[in-house]
Structure formats: structure tokens, C-alpha cells
């Protein structure tokens, strides 16, 4: 049986060249101008981006400690660990970017539930990911066995990641569907502003692409650390490759 972190990094790979495509590159193009509108207001001390792709999503936000996790060094992130195993002790993001891994993931809830276990109380998590209600879904089911990435995923629909975070005590603030132009490459691309455009005028649920937007339900005895003691993150000691600076520090204490 392969290594289960193997194979989603030999997936996250052959996605990340699929971004450089011309087609790839007009998703990035909507789904960064997504973000940057989302993150804007964003506020308090550290994000982590775990994405298939290199390029950091969270320019805009005000947040002073940001980091891209990968599990090896060929993205070139800030802090290398397993997405499944991260060394990072519980409760202590304030925002997590989940962005197209959990198409690629065999164990996409624990990968979810590994990602929602760092958020603080009334944190965030933002997942990126593509909408198998959409004509990249029929696309996908029209491949078959021949699909190329990202076609050979899994795509989970926005309602059964809803019901995996509510498990997670998590509530779901919105979900943003985005890019309903066709999945195939033209020679023109379509400004990101078209899927947008359309996305901010109905939001119909058969977008290509969708970001929803989900907070850790604070529970009555959950415990909210002030903020002297969150300028820098504990680690947890797990998996951890290469350390990072940035607000992150190491540390063998558990949570």
C-alpha cells in the first residue's frame, strides 16, 4: 500500500503544473481575486496556507505571520510537514487556506479534520475547491479513466463538506461559487472579473470553483489565549522537517 502523504504529494506536483497551464492560470487568476476580496479585513496573528501550488494566496491580508505548508521542499514553503500529520498544537491559527487538496486527498475527512484541529475558537478555514455540480463535474465524469489532473480527483460537493465541519464544530459563514465559463482551454482567456461578475450577482450554486468560509464554534469551557501569549505558535513535535521563522516557534509541548 503507498504511503497515503506520498501519494497526495505526487498529486499536489502534477496539479501544480496543471496551474501553469493556460486554463490553470484562469482559475488562479478568479480564485486569487476571491481571496483578496475575502482577505482583506482578515485579522489576528498567523495563517497557514496548505495548497497544491506555490504561489501564496494571502497578499492582501493585514495578518503579519503567513506561511505555506508543503510536505516537501519542491514548492518551496516555509515550513515543510505531512498535511496529514502537522506539527502545530491545537488551536492556535487564526487562518487556515485549505486550496485544492481534499480532491486529491485518500483521506480527505482526515485531512479536513487535521486542518480544522489547528483553527483557534472563532478562527477560520477557507477551502478552495471544485464544484462537482458544475461543467467541470461532467467534464470529470466524461474523462473516465483517461483524466488528467485535475480531472482525476475526487470533487466533493460544498453540501458534504458542510456536514463533515459540522462534525468539527464548525458553522459555515458562506460559500462563494465562482469561474462558469467551459473547462477547456481557449484562446482568450476571460478576465478573472467575468466569473466574478457573475458569481457576486446570483452566486448560482454550478460555478467551476468554490470557497467557503467556515468558523470554530466556540464552546462554553473552550479556553481563548490572550493576546500576549499568541505571537508565536506551538509546535507540536510531530512530522515537524524544517523549522520556520516568521512568528513560528518550535516546541516540544503539546496542547
Not at 481534499?102 to 489547528?118: G, I, N, T, V
Not at 467551476?208 to 462554553?220: C, E, I, Q, T
Amino acid at each position: 500500500m503507498p504511503d497515503l502523504t506520498q501519494a497526495l504529494s505526487a498529486e499536489r506536483k502534477a496539479l501544480s503544473l496543471w496551474f501553469n497551464t493556460s486554463l490553470g492560470q484562469r482559475i488562479m487568476g478568479t480564485e486569487q481575486a476571491l481571496h483578496d476580496e475575502l482577505l482583506e479585513d482578515s485579522f489576528g496573528y498567523h495563517l497557514i496556507q496548505i495548497s497544491a501550488q506555490d504561489s501564496p494566496l494571502f497578499e492582501k491580508s493585514p495578518i503579519l505571520s503567513k506561511v505555506c505548508l508543503g510536505e516537501d521542499g519542491l514548492l518551496a514553503p516555509q515550513l515543510i510537514a505531512s498535511p496529514l500529520q502537522m506539527p502545530i498544537a491545537s488551536d492556535q491559527v487564526d487562518l487556515v487556506l485549505l486550496h485544492h487538496l481534499l480532491e486529491f486527498s485518500d483521506r480527505p475527512q482526515a485531512l479536513l479534520a487535521e486542518s480544522a484541529r489547528m483553527v483557534m475558537p472563532m478562527g477560520t478555514l477557507i477551502i478552495t475547491a471544485f464544484n462537482p455540480l458544475s461543467l467541470w463535474g461532467l467534464r470529470k465524469r466524461l474523462s473516465g479513466a483517461t483524466a488528467r489532473p485535475p480531472f482525476r480527483g475526487h470533487f466533493w460537493s460544498a453540501y458534504r463538506l458542510m456536514d463533515w465541519l459540522n462534525l468539527l464544530n464548525f458553522k459555515v459563514d458562506r460559500v462563494l461559487f465562482a469561474d462558469f465559463g467551459l473547462p477547456w482551454s481557449v484562446r482568450r482567456l476571460p478576465p478573472p472579473s467575468f466569473g466574478l461578475g457573475l458569481g457576486r450577482r446570483y452566486n448560482l450554486p454550478t460555478g467551476g470553483v468554490y470557497m467557503l468560509v467556515a468558523r470554530k464554534v466556540v464552546g462554553p469551557l473552550t479556553p481563548i489565549r490572550s493576546p500576549s501569549n499568541r505571537r508565536s505558535i506551538r509546535f507540536s513535535g510531530l512530522g515537524l522537517s524544517q523549522p520556520s521563522t516568521g512568528g513560528l516557534t518550535p516546541s516540544r509541548r503539546t496542547k
